[in-house]
């Protein structure tokens, strides 16, 4: 088992949690209808859901239960940033005519510790003893195919009628010159941190690199981002991007994008050497967070003997799921493309409902099927849903679009973040909603009134219809939606209306 630092008592408690050292794995209750590998959020929700719904289950973990999210990912994360916020927050109250003499003295330590506590606290959700109560069978150990019915666990063979890998994926080491010369910190090594760096260069502007530089930097460090390509965020909206990387530079991060002939050198330290838009950097560093690449947790589990086909990017599957192995299916990290924790769960129910209660083609569902929306937790956040404007383009869908500025809403000048837009795509002639983006303080949340109203065919004009609480940036999404309904107003309809006044009213 990986052990989590500092070993102190919050750590203490969520590996007792997590995976306590005192554990016997059961006997097992053979055959088991859904055998689970791995106990991330995709095992975890296939897990509980099956064994609440009836089903003999056994869930294996050869490391910490809750996976990547819990452990090293949205949690601990969320956490730091949090207190990276309150921080800002303090450094910019003169903007609201608010003194903070002394200015700002972050305990980096302290707020490290705060996380450790809270995730120890969030682990309880995740933990072996909850799954035990509900009916799980959990085992902890190396999981490894043996044959199509069989799979071995510590010396334990457990027989199934489906089985599920649900194994996530892990850091993976770019190809960087002298990378391998220097110890880095990776997304899952990086919150064990207990001393804030002074200098951190941070490899990959992506939605980690950029939530961590923009945190890092709010604390107090000097941090230095580097990305290969043009700008910040290069999947997701180009102005919503800028608008997040200006905020970043305000915040002191120094951005050396399109960034070439990247070389680590371990001389007296770490030091990053990179020509950026012609300018030749040799910048020491305290500590070098990657924040880039990805690999499929496969190994050891005897995929081959199986019949399972997997590759770099992770295991084979098709829309229902299913490997290549049709008793054997796939869910989260491990073989999608969208790598995120609300993901894992909505495909671990597509899951349930194919390995244990459809019979033949009937009563399948798809993965293809679902809108998945994704936020980026910066100040401030980025979150999107359904199509880009150059999606719609790729696949000859004609679209109308509207955008509204916060800079237009009354909440957000309230509160200073003008900054920002709802931009909202819609199938050409209509008000049916194919895309969204939202650059806002609390796009995350904003998103979900998009993605429920894409989920249930509501269109944007009905969203008008909707009684939004004023004052609210939630207030953008009503407006977008009178800005279609006023498109709805052509001369014909202008006339009759008029028309009808008159004869009412008179003139």
Not at 223 to 252: N, T, W
Request: proline share 4%; glycine share 8%.
């Amino acid at each position: 088992m990986n052990a989590l630092l500092p070993h102190d008592e919050h750590n203490q408690q969520l590996e007792a949690n997590a995976h306590p050292t005192d554990w016997q794995n059961p006997s097992p209750k053979q055959p088991y209808h859904l055998v689970v590998i791995g106990a991330g959020t995709a095992g975890l929700v296939t897990a509980a859901g099956a064994a609440g719904l009836g089903a003999r289950v056994a869930l294996i973990e050869r490391d910490l239960m809750g996976g990547d999210c819990l452990n090293v990912g949205c949690v601990p994360s969320k956490g730091v940033i949090s207190a990276a916020r309150v921080a800002a927050t303090v450094k910019n109250a003169s903007d609201f005519s608010v003194h903070v003499p002394n200015g700002v003295e972050i305990d980096f330590d302290g707020v490290m510790s705060r996380m450790r506590e809270l995730r120890a606290k969030i682990s309880q959700n995740d933990s072996a003893k909850r799954f035990q109560d509900l009916g799980v069978d959990v085992y902890f150990g190396q999981a490894s195919f043996t044959d199509s019915q069989t799979i071995d666990v510590q010396g334990t063979k457990l027989q199934y009628k489906r089985a599920v890998i649900a194994t996530g994926a892990r850091a993976a080491a770019p190809p960087i010159k002298g990378l391998d010369q220097v110890d880095y910190l990776t997304n899952e090594t990086v919150f064990s941190l207990t001393k804030l760096p002074k200098r951190i260069g941070i490899i990959g502007a992506g939605p980690i690199g950029c939530e961590l530089a923009q945190t890092f930097a709010q604390l107090g460090s000097e941090v230095f981002l580097i990305e290969s390509q043009h700008g910040i965020l290069p999947k997701e909206d180009r102005e919503a991007a800028d608008i997040v990387q200006k905020a970043m530079l305000a915040d002191g991060v120094q951005l050396l994008c399109c960034g070439h002939d990247l070389e680590i050198k371990n001389e007296g330290g770490i030091r990053l050497t990179l020509n950026s838009h012609g300018h030749q950097y040799d910048q020491p560093v305290d500590q070098l967070l990657v924040a880039v690449g990805r690999a499929p947790n496969v190994e050891k589990l005897n995929l081959d003997a199986v019949g399972v086909k997997f590759d770099k990017n992770g295991v084979e599957v098709n829309d229902n799921l299913q490997t290549t192995n049709p008793s054997i299916f796939a869910a989260g990290d491990v073989s999608s493309k969208y790598q995120f924790t609300h993901v894992a769960d909505f495909l671990a129910r597509i899951v349930i409902q194919n390995s244990l209660f459809a019979i033949g083609p009937f009563g399948k569902k798809k993965a293809s099927e679902l809108i998945i929306p994704w936020a980026t937790y910066t100040s401030p956040e980025i979150a999107h849903v359904g199509m880009y404007e150059q999606d719609a383009k790729d696949a000859g869908i004609e679209i109308d679009t509207y955008v509204q500025h916060f800079r237009e809403v009354d909440r957000a000048i309230l509160e200073g973040e003008e900054e920002g837009f709802v931009r909202i795509h819609t199938k050409k002639g209509t008000d049916k909603i194919v895309g969204t983006t939202i650059v806002a303080k609390n796009a995350g949340d904003m998103i979900s009134e998009i993605t429920v109203a894409m989920n249930n065919n509501v269109g944007l004009g009905a969203i008008a219809n909707a009684i939004h609480p004023y004052p609210t940036q939630a207030e953008a999404i009503r407006k977008l939606g009178d800005q279609y309904n006023r498109t709805r107003l052509t001369p014909f309809s202008k006339t009759m209306l008029h028309a009808l006044m008159r004869w009412n009213v008179g003139r």
